[in-house]
């Protein structure tokens, strides 16, 4: 996600790194690049200057302070400034006497009918309201059958009415949602141009009927500076509450969002992550800011890595790291399993501070998860024995594990040269030896 912008960032941010100094031309450069970077990821002007300003002004003299590692200073600083300006997490306001009413509203295409299916299920399970969803589209002829359909998929019950005028259905949409006690009443509209009045002035009929406890704005996130223009034009004729940005997990460049909340104020609240109706994620800036800067999701990674080394396995597998015996195939395993809990290697990649740029050079299928998968699959294939005692894998046994395993015995080879590595560094570990070589790095 966003890589555009990591990458661009991640060389102005590099450049810094490592320098022991931070004087007023480094913060001077970096702020150049930084905001040629924000340009060409579509940032809105006003957006950029705000955010150049207030970096500047702390950069400079907490840096003359510290000093100690100015680089890492810079990027806090940004960081900072960045999750400031993408506002602080705000919940969907659904306080209302039943039924809270939340009106989607956008661009054609910009995923309002498929956002208010995710919506039902969001709020299905995880706040166990009961969702009605009802479609005032009555103009592109699949519209309705569409929402039905999510409906459906989500467990919410579905409006229908035979009318097709818009302010007759909905009327009745509320009068059903009223009857049936339902506890969140979401209404689809037409998507519309920003420029279509007729429209417009439709929308803002059913805000008089419907009266809706939240009005989302649903945008494409991959859409630059002209998002910036939409979202100004819905919240003047219709107060919005919150912006929910979709297509964040295509290679979207990320300063819609960053303009569109910096323009109107108001607060991003889902991020769209996929077609289906279980990609909805809850807004959250650190994530988005640590992603915008290519400093990975630092945030996520710690909470990860705690969330496994707590896990049993874990403590085992330490355990042992530190008792000196050597580590088995079986362990080798447990660890892959760990990692793959964690959401693999490319899960891992893109939270991992300065991994965002490295990610497109690295060859796909090599860190492709499946691999993980393939190669527990070639442990699962050894004998017991084997897995005990790996220094038994002569050529003979690894063609065995490798026809059980339906892969190549280069495949073998490679776990077996994995479990040698693991065990090089669970010894470099014990003799502090990586605990040095990390500080090295640090
Ligand atoms: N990859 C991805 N695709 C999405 C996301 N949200 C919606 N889409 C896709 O975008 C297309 C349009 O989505 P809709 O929900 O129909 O958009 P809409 O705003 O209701 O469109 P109109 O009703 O025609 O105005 C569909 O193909 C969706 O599957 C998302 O978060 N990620
Ligand atoms: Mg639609």
Redesign the pocket.
Known sequence: MLEFIQEKLGKALSSLTGKGLLTEADVDTALRELRVSLLEADVALPAIKHLMATVRERAVGEAVLRGANPGQQVVKIVYDALVELLGAETPLELKAAPPAVILMC??????????SGKLAKWLKDTQKKTVMLASL?VY?PA?IE?LAILAEKTGALSFSHDSMDVMVRAKAAMAEAKKLSVDVLIV?T??RLAIDEALMAELVAVREVIKPTASLL?ADGQTGQVAVDVAKAFHDKTPLTGLVL?????DARGGAALSMRFITGVPILFL????QVG?LEAFRPEGLAGRILGQGDVVALVGKLQAAAASEDGARLEEKLMSGKSMDMTDLKKQMLMMKKMGGMTGMLDLLPGMGALKNKIDPSKVDDKVIVRQIAVIDSMTAAERKNPSLLNAKRRIRIAKGCGLTVHDVNKVVKMHEQMNQMTKMMRSGQLQKMMGKMK
Do not use: F, P, S
């Open positions: 956008g661009l054609q295409g910009g995923g309002k009918t498929t956002t589209d592109r519209a569409q689809d037409a998507g649903v979709t297509r964040m997990d295509g769209g992550m996929g077609e990609a």
